[in-house]
């Protein structure tokens, strides 16, 4: 035991290890804040600048830029509507309401605070229900995945305004579009129609610069007149009163967070959505109604992606299976280094699990720190003309779109993308299902090839195993819930119900 403690402050005591820890969560909340510069971009630009350090130097530097990013997407989202990342779409849903009363300054200190508890609780499950988890994630099959895509993408139900056609119409859109490129089982172009330049596919990146900011920046001008909002950054920290009343919600959401985390390829941005629709779902009396400014529409999303990052590490540490695409490159970075991800790692080196979790659990102490400063010059940004506001927008969008691969090509697509957004939200559909189609679609069409194969291609088989195994009939379950109760017949339902209970 003393000997764990000893690895895990390891990154406290070292000046090294505390600055290189800190500098790469600072690092990681401003590369998060720029739509177009992913946390996976990031790490993996930093991992070729670490083939020579010592491996504890480069996974202090790594854990600070992986929890930083995460967190960073969400300033972005709510002072401009365009999700740093795609684990801050369900973010701005309230936060760029929010911020457009003038309340960026406490939606920011809220959404600060919150992270670092769902990070606190991410790492304490990777700390001590580690093997549990993972035992959990093994379990699930290709159809469970494959449900888990499904259930992702009729979830968008709860992101597109109320309506379920709409939601499903844009979450199907996206899954189109994700679909472009070459099969992933076969190697055969997909809606190509001959072009080279779309057999590598549509980057989603791209799309969401694209749909969100572009779309947004089309959008303003209609109200090019009016005077900015005045930030109201004079209370940032939120109250102890109202951290205790979302301490609940945030817990549950965190829970959430830590399991689809946990998922192979799951990540925070299903977690995130999942989280949202949770709070949608359990929350009788929000601060406001949710797509409005709802402080219960930052507090769930915030809380479970961040508590995603210690989930994700759970399989990665234990059996060597990444649970997103930062992992996966954090795999990469170990091999490199030497390691053995896996049950392997715990037996040869289980002094380097201690060592990562305690990197983690310092990187989200600053995490808090870093988070409650410069907000107020973020805020600014929000108060900024629009004149002047709008081509700035335009221009840093184009950067971060060409960012990606430095390819002209896909600034190109942004912008088409931008038109597209303009016109479905002028018509009243959500654009972050499109994106969400996008990122989920892939998951779901390799999910259904190797049910398929695991089914010898037999319907019959396939169908029934869906309640043969336990674990996928309580998806199932939820995933038909989840389409029954955004019918208008479950509504009139439930307004029946509550109309025939007594009152008190």
Do not use: C
């Amino acid at each position: 035991m003393n000997e764990a403690l000893s690895f895990f402050f390891m990154t406290w005591i070292d000046p090294k290890l505390l600055f290189l820890t800190a500098a790469g969560t600072f690092a990681g909340i401003y590369i998060g804040a720029i739509p177009g510069l992913s946390v996976t971009m990031a790490v993996s630009i930093l991992i070729s600048f670490t083939f020579k350090w010592d491996v504890n130097d480069a996974l202090a530097l790594i854990s600070g830029i992986f929890l930083g990013g995460v967190y960073g997407g969400s300033r972005s989202a709510i002072l401009l509507n365009i999700p740093g990342a795609p684990s801050a779409i369900a973010t701005g849903l309230d936060g760029y309401p929010l911020a457009k009363r003038g309340e960026a300054g406490a939606a920011i200190g809220l959404t600060t605070v919150m992270s670092v508890f769902g990070g606190f609780i991410g790492i304490l499950a990777l700390a001590v229900a580690a093997p549990t988890v993972s035992s959990l994630a093994l379990m699930f099959a290709p159809r469970d995945y494959l449900m888990l895509a499904i259930w992702g993408i009729l979830l968008v139900g709860s992101l597109s305004g109320g309506s379920l056609a709409k939601g499903i119409f844009a979450g199907a859109f996206g899954v189109l579009i994700g679909s472009v490129g070459l099969d992933p089982m076969t190697a055969e172009p997909r809606f190509t129609f001959g072009n080279l330049q779309l057999t590598s596919g549509i980057s989603y990146v791209a799309a969401m610069i694209g749909f969100f900011g572009v779309a947004e920046v089309l959008a303003q001008l209609h109200e090019l007149k009016l005077k900015a909002v005045k930030q109201n950054v004079s209370k940032i920290l939120p109250s102890w009163a109202l951290m205790r009343k979302y301490l609940p919600l945030a817990t549950r959401t965190s829970a959430i967070g830590v399991v689809v985390g946990a998922l192979p390829g799951a990540g925070g941005d299903i977690a995130a959505l999942m989280a949202y629709d949770h709070a949608k779902r359990t929350v009788k009396n929000p601060s406001r109604p949710f797509g409005e400014g709802a402080y219960e529409g930052l507090v769930a999303p915030e809380s479970a992606n961040n508590a995603a990052v210690g989930g994700a590490y759970i399989p990665m540490m234990t059996l060597g299976i990444p649970g997103d695409a930062v992992t996966a490159v954090i795999i990469g970075a170990m091999y490199i280094h030497g390691l053995k991800p896996g049950p392997l790692l715990m037996i040869e080196t289980p002094h380097l699990f201690w060592f990562q979790v305690g990197a983690l659990t310092l990187a989200n102490f600053f995490l808090l720190i870093f988070g409650l400063t410069g907000i107020k010059m973020f805020a600014k940004i929000v108060e900024t003309p629009k004149p002047i506001l709008l081509p700035l927008i335009l221009v840093l969008s184009a950067v971060g779109a060409y960012a990606i691969s430095n390819n002209p090509v896909d600034v190109y697509w942004m912008l088409g993308f931008g038109v597209v957004g303009y016109f479905l939200k002028m018509y009243g559909f959500q654009v972050g299902p499109v994106i969400l189609g996008m990122i989920l679609g892939p998951l779901m069409d390799k999910s259904y090839r190797q049910a398929m194969i695991s089914a010898e291609g037999h319907i019959g088989q396939f169908a029934g195993e869906f309640f043969t195994s336990p674990l996928s009939a309580i998806i199932l379950a939820a995933l038909t819930f989840t389409i029954v109760s955004q019918t208008a017949w479950w509504q009139r339902l439930r307004g029946r119900v509550g109309a025939d209970r007594p009152s008190n």
